[in-house]
């Protein structure tokens, strides 16, 4: 009993361990050079695309591992002058500017001067005599103002042509109040409108114009230096300009919209070395860690800001006798979507008239991508994905491998043990309450003898594969066959078995002497 007490406080001791939840992390030291080997057939997409959509001009970006690994251009910033585009070109990026304004709020929200569970009567008072759609709706939150659930009408393209709008215009909306299409809270409906009210919200709660507290707080904190929400505060040799390109094959000049109180849902203006800098920091988000807060705002609000809060839309298709699915939907300032390839992609897109832009990112994989255009509403979203499929094919795109924690180590070795000799004492040590209920000891020690007698002699131990901190399996090589391992520890102090099972493996179901059976990521497979 004595030394069943020691290894719980031993088993306790490490779980409080500063190595008790080590974070994931990439482990092939080929990694960067695999990836930039796709620079290349990625410039070749860019500018098919470029060509193939007629844009004028063209900038766009890689992001790997924290650093602006490359940057391209195409085409021109200024067709009158014959100006080419510049790394350093500004382009307008309209709704990209939604997840600007989302960190606003949530930076707001860590300082404890707003919540996002406040309704937003508490900030706009006009909405204290909104009616709302039906008598049992919620109350509208700044939440469904961030995750597009506020029930407001989609309101592309009409969204755009607000941008200039001043204070006054949007009093005299709210006072005339605002039509639903939906009921508060219960589905995606995406809403130019809503991020234009919480440019309003960041106003009042900050006590600072809102492109002010987004300059001072979130871009000059980036070192976005090149960033501004009015084109007067670019220089004239750095702004690309807008373009609308028409049915005859001609470019018309499309006069930029002035800052206005829609700035906060698609006003700011950036460069690719800004916007960069911009995707290096939401990816710097990822994995949790134990290193010191180094942004605006912290890594934790980050990674709420690319949660899936309101589903849109599941799509499956079969195509050239391939299966494709995805799934989208809405974080805050955000779009979060998963396919047959990733199971987490983060982005947004952006258009406005002269511009249109796109912005992705794989949390796991530690890689971004960006591109900007000066032609209106050109939306290069389908180079960024089809370089991702370019970034596949060379291996070096692979996700961060979660190291195994102590506590999954220590119980592994004592499966071991219970595998080659078991013993009750050693079991119990490390069985949550309801191990022996489940299975008693004398069943779970024939199942083991019967699986001895099927493979042989067993002698290779393979390596230990953690789907978490307290979930793993690793198998076991046989004269005659593997056996896989797999078990979950129970929520307990210290962490105690609260599941374990031994099988047989299907030859096909082995690789490399471990179970294949782990949640990887997505897969679709016909």
Known sequence: MRAILLLHLLLASNLLAADAYPPARFTDPDRLRKLESALPEIDRLFRQYAADRKVPGMVWGVVIDGKLAHVATTGLRDRETNSPVQPDTVFRIASMTKSFTSLALLKLRDEGKLSLEDP???????????????????????????????????????????????DADLDRWLRAGIPFSTPPGTRYEY????????????????????????????????????????????????????????????????????????????????????????????????????????????????????????PANLTAANRNNKLTASESGYGYGLRVSSDCRFEQIVGHGG???????????????????????????????EPINQAWDVLLKTGGLQKRELPPSPALVQVRDHIVNLWKNWNDAEAKSIAAMNFFLDAPSAQRQAEIQALKNEVGECSTFGPLLPENWLRGQFNIGCAKGTVGVFFTMAPTRPPTVQHLSFHKLPAESVRLGAPTGAPAGVSCTQ
């Open 120 to 166: 937003v009567a508490k900030w706009i008072p006009e909405f204290a005599r909104m009616e709302l759609p039906t008598r049992d709706s919620a109350p509208l939150r700044i939440r469904n103002l961030l995750s597009h659930s506020s029930g407001f009408p989609e309101d592309n393209p009409w969204g755009d042509q607000q941008l200039s709008a001043s």
């Open 351 to 381: 258009g406005l008239p002269g511009f249109g832009s796109y912005m992705s990112w794989l949390p796991d994989y530690g890689v971004g991508m960006f591109a900007m255009a000066n032609l209106t509403y050109v939306g290069p979203a």
């Open 191 to 310: 809403s130019n409108y809503a991020f234009g009210l919480l440019g309003r919200v960041v106003t009042k709660a900050s006590g600072m114009p809102y492109e002010k507290y987004a300059r001072a707080e979130i871009l000059a904190k980036l070192h976005m230096d090149d960033s501004a929400f009015e084109f007067s505060q670019v220089p004239a040799a750095k702004r690309a300009v807008a373009y609308r390109l028409n049915p005859d094959g001609t470019y018309s000049v499309e006069a930029p919209l002035p800052h206005g109180v829609f700035g906060s849902m698609g006003g700011l203006l950036t460069s690719a070395g800004d916007l960069g800098k911009y995707v290096a920091f939401h990816l710097s988000a990822w994995p949790p860690r134990d290193d010191a807060e180094t942004g605006p705002v912290r890594r934790s609000s980050v990674r709420e800001m690319a949660h899936l809060w309101t």
